[in-house]
């Protein structure tokens, strides 16, 4: 669905030089509450994956969020034989396009992290989809891995359903990490590198953007970016 929305709207804009946004732009983000459970404090580095549509916005506003170290688009929920774009993309694999979170618990927590990407990396309402794209591939998901992610998840998503935070009941769903799979080198740093690109333009630059207004505490202008992670190790 992506690919031919993006034929689309790259048809479109070599007629013009302006780009009128379509009904199926980013939604706004919605101000929700913290989370009332998290987890403990720690040290070292701490991993959280979670699902949201399309990887490439999911990724953008994570590498411009303070505190993580490191975030990658890949695939997680099938098999590694199966965790390629092509395969993926057809919906029958188990995967979802996913992002892996490294970051400092001393610097952001993981309840955090879940309130950036209840409120403004995607619609957890929105079932099997995200914006103009569909398929469980662009479900929403959170991937855990220990049972403190899974209850602060849990306990999460049902802080917001019994608040009525959203319109519609919130359709994430919380499973165990089984193994998370790097996606090819060009879907990473995808916003930054194609901030221009009609997709990203429409669905993702808005995500970033509402990042820095509803947690300007958060926010970081210059994104941690896999490229620069490779170039240091």
Not at 91 to 97: D, W
Not at 140 to 155: G, L, M, P, R, Y
Not at 172 to 201: C, M, R, S, W
Not at 211 to 228: C, G, M, R, W
């Amino acid at each position: 669905m992506r690919r031919s929305v993006l034929s689309l709207l790259a048809a479109t804009a070599a007629l013009s030089l302006g780009f009128a946004a379509p009904t199926w732009a980013a939604e706004d983000a919605i101000v929700i509450p913290a989370p009332a459970m998290d987890a403990a404090p720690a040290s070292g580095i701490q991993t959280a994956v979670i699902a949201g549509g399309c990887f490439w916005g999911v990724q953008g506003v994570f590498q411009h969020t303070a505190g993580v170290v490191n975030a990658v688009s890949g695939y997680a929920g099938g098999t590694k034989a199966t965790a390629d774009y092509e395969t993926v993309s057809t919906g029958r694999t188990g995967h979802a396009e996913s992002v892996e979170i490294k970051f400092d618990p001393k610097k952001i927590s993981y309840g955090k992290i879940l309130q950036i990407y209840f409120s403004v990396a995607h619609d957890p309402t929105q079932l099997n989809r995200q914006g103009p794209d569909t398929g469980t591939q662009y479900r929403s998901a959170i991937f855990t891995t220990s049972d403190e992610q899974k209850k602060v998840a849990e306990a999460y998503i049902a802080q917001l359903n019994s608040a009525k935070v959203f319109s519609k009941p919130i359709v994430t769903k919380v499973g165990t990490l089984e193994g998370f799979y790097p996606a090819e080198a060009y879907h990473q740093d995808y916003l930054t590198l194609h901030p221009n690109q009609p997709y990203i333009a429409f669905n993702d630059i808005p995500k970033v953007e509402n990042l820095k207004k509803l947690f300007a505490d958060n926010y970081i202008e210059k994104p941690t970016l896999v490229s620069a992670s490779k170039a240091t190790n």
